[in-house]
Every structure is written in C-alpha cells, then in structure tokens.
C-alpha cells in the first residue's frame, strides 16, 4: 500500500508562487502515473495535472496551463507541482493520488485515482 503525504501549501499574495510536494511511502510509486487535484470552497474536486512515470509527459487542465508545472524525482519516491502566478482562483485544497490504469484516457476524472493523500490547503489573497 502507498501512503501519499502533500506538503508545501500556505498563503501567498496573487502572482506568488509556491511548490508542492508529494511524497510517497510504502511502495514506489516509479511505475506509476502521478495526478494532482483541488478542492474549492463549495466546488467538486477537479484535476489539475498528471505525469507519467519517467517524468517526459504531463497533461494539465486548461486553466493552469503555462501558470503550473508537474515534476517527479523517483529516486526520492516524490512528485512536486511547481504553481506560478498564482490568482485567487487557484484557492484550493491540493491532493496528489496515483493512477489506477497507466496513463488513462480517462485521467481528469478522480475515481480513476487511488492512494490519496490528506491534501495540503493554498491560499491566494488579492
């Protein structure tokens, strides 16, 4: 079994940045894709990106594109989600899981993600 625990979250003023991490005990999670997701206030989780397992390929929702960057160093067992100019719409719960089947075409939906961790909270004040 995996235990995923996120770390990194706080307070940030808009255009600020922050980095999360995701580290992973238990087992590797080396032969698996890794996904991040959020929670707003009132909102249903929603993807944020994914990578796979040697790091060369990300998928990221639209809204964080070219703002968010997902990385993963295995020989640390861990995954990071680098979050630049970030806006108060970015004020979320982030929890980080692995992918049930590799490299899903499915990967935005959350039931396709196991193993969650706790989640971390960013803020981003105006």
């Known amino acids: 079994q995996v235990r995923l625990v996120e770390s990194g979250g706080g307070l940030v003023q808009t255009g600020g940045s922050l980095r999360l991490s995701c580290a992973a005990s238990?087992?590797?999670?080396?032969?698996?894709?890794m996904g991040w997701f959020r929670r707003a206030p009132g909102k249903e989780r929603e993807f944020v990106a994914r990578?796979?397992?040697?790091?060369?390929?990300?998928n990221y929702v639209d809204s964080v594109q070219g703002r968010f960057t997902v990385s993963r160093d295995n020989a640390k067992n861990t995954v990071y989600l680098q979050m630049n100019s970030l806006t108060p719409e970015d004020t979320a719960v982030y929890y980080c899981a692995t992918e049930r089947t590799y490299w899903s075409l499915s990967y935005t939906d959350w039931r396709q993600y196991d193993n969650w961790g706790p989640g971390t909270q960013v803020t981003v004040s105006s």
């Open positions: 238990g087992r590797t999670i080396n032969t698996k894709t």
């Open positions: 990578i796979d397992q040697s790091g060369s390929s990300a």
